[in-house]
Protein backbone atom coordinates (compact mmCIF):
# COMPACT_ATOMS: atom_id res chain seq x y z
CA UNK A 1 0.00 0.00 0.00
CA UNK A 2 1.50 3.25 -1.06
CA UNK A 3 1.12 5.80 1.41
CA UNK A 4 2.87 9.41 1.66
CA UNK A 5 3.44 10.76 5.39
CA UNK A 6 3.40 14.74 5.58
CA UNK A 7 4.79 15.99 8.68
CA UNK A 8 6.37 19.44 9.35
CA UNK A 9 3.50 21.61 9.42
CA UNK A 10 1.87 23.97 11.61
CA UNK A 11 1.93 27.84 13.39
CA UNK A 12 4.70 30.23 12.30
CA UNK A 13 4.76 34.00 12.75
CA UNK A 14 5.68 35.96 9.84
CA UNK A 15 9.11 36.33 8.49
CA UNK A 16 9.81 33.07 10.50
CA UNK A 17 11.25 29.28 9.18
CA UNK A 18 9.12 25.65 9.37
CA UNK A 19 10.65 22.50 7.36
CA UNK A 20 8.11 20.14 6.37
CA UNK A 21 9.09 16.43 5.41
CA UNK A 22 7.28 13.48 3.63
CA UNK A 23 8.07 10.06 3.93
CA UNK A 24 7.19 7.67 0.98
CA UNK A 25 6.25 3.78 1.21
CA UNK A 26 5.36 1.48 -0.80
CA UNK A 27 6.69 2.90 -4.05
CA UNK A 28 10.52 2.61 -5.21
CA UNK A 29 11.18 6.69 -4.39
CA UNK A 30 13.91 7.06 -6.23
CA UNK A 31 11.81 6.53 -9.78
CA UNK A 32 9.74 8.82 -9.01
CA UNK A 33 9.52 12.99 -9.10
CA UNK A 34 8.36 14.64 -6.25
CA UNK A 35 6.72 18.20 -5.67
CA UNK A 36 4.53 19.79 -2.98
CA UNK A 37 1.35 21.57 -3.89
CA UNK A 38 -0.57 23.93 -1.50
CA UNK A 39 -4.27 24.88 -1.49
CA UNK A 40 -5.33 27.88 0.73
CA UNK A 41 -9.03 27.73 2.07
CA UNK A 42 -11.50 28.68 -0.61
CA UNK A 43 -8.46 28.63 -3.63
CA UNK A 44 -7.19 25.87 -6.10
CA UNK A 45 -4.29 23.34 -5.04
CA UNK A 46 -1.01 24.61 -6.60
CA UNK A 47 2.44 23.41 -7.46
CA UNK A 48 4.86 24.87 -5.06
CA UNK A 49 7.91 23.06 -5.98
CA UNK A 50 8.89 20.29 -7.32
CA UNK A 51 12.42 18.04 -7.43
CA UNK A 52 12.81 15.31 -10.65
CA UNK A 53 14.34 11.76 -10.17
CA UNK A 54 17.47 13.83 -11.71
CA UNK A 55 17.23 16.62 -8.78
CA UNK A 56 16.27 18.84 -11.06
CA UNK A 57 14.29 21.87 -9.50
CA UNK A 58 11.12 24.31 -9.89
CA UNK A 59 9.56 26.86 -8.04
CA UNK A 60 6.77 29.09 -8.63
CA UNK A 61 7.63 32.19 -8.52
CA UNK A 62 6.12 33.50 -5.22
CA UNK A 63 8.61 31.11 -3.27
CA UNK A 64 11.53 31.65 -5.19
CA UNK A 65 14.45 32.57 -2.77
CA UNK A 66 12.57 31.72 0.28
CA UNK A 67 11.25 27.29 -0.60
CA UNK A 68 14.34 24.85 -1.14
CA UNK A 69 13.53 21.57 -2.18
CA UNK A 70 15.47 18.13 -1.40
CA UNK A 71 15.24 14.70 -1.38
CA UNK A 72 17.17 11.87 0.37
CA UNK A 73 16.21 8.66 -1.93
CA UNK A 74 18.17 6.74 0.84
CA UNK A 75 15.68 7.63 3.26
CA UNK A 76 12.87 8.00 1.15
CA UNK A 77 11.73 10.90 2.08
CA UNK A 78 11.03 14.59 0.23
CA UNK A 79 11.76 18.26 2.32
CA UNK A 80 10.36 21.82 1.66
CA UNK A 81 12.77 24.50 3.89
CA UNK A 82 10.40 27.70 3.69
CA UNK A 83 11.71 30.68 4.95
CA UNK A 84 10.96 34.08 4.97
CA UNK A 85 7.08 32.95 5.56
CA UNK A 86 4.31 35.43 4.70
CA UNK A 87 0.95 35.06 5.63
CA UNK A 88 -0.27 34.24 1.87
CA UNK A 89 1.84 31.40 2.35
CA UNK A 90 -1.00 29.67 4.44
CA UNK A 91 -2.25 26.59 3.24
CA UNK A 92 -2.46 23.46 3.42
CA UNK A 93 0.60 21.53 1.87
CA UNK A 94 0.49 18.20 0.15
CA UNK A 95 3.35 15.64 -0.86
CA UNK A 96 2.86 14.26 -4.35
CA UNK A 97 4.77 11.69 -6.02
CA UNK A 98 4.69 10.80 -10.12
CA UNK A 99 6.03 7.63 -12.19
CA UNK A 100 3.66 5.98 -14.28
CA UNK A 101 1.77 6.43 -11.74
CA UNK A 102 1.06 9.22 -8.95
CA UNK A 103 0.06 9.52 -5.26
CA UNK A 104 -0.84 12.18 -2.84
CA UNK A 105 -0.64 12.54 0.50
CA UNK A 106 -2.93 13.63 3.16
CA UNK A 107 -2.00 16.69 3.81
CA UNK A 108 -0.08 19.20 6.58
CA UNK A 109 -1.56 22.63 7.51
CA UNK A 110 0.67 25.94 7.73
CA UNK A 111 -0.90 28.86 9.21
CA UNK A 112 1.42 31.97 9.06
CA UNK A 113 -0.29 34.41 11.49
CA UNK A 114 1.15 36.60 13.97
Known amino acids: QVQLVESGGGLVQPGGSLRLSCAAF????????MAWYRRAAGGQRELVAG???????KYRDSVKGRFTISRDDAKDTVSLQMNMVKPEDTAVYYC????????WGQGTQVTVSS
Open 51 to 57: ISTEGNT
Open 26 to 33: GIIFSEYD
Open 96 to 103: FAEDDEYY
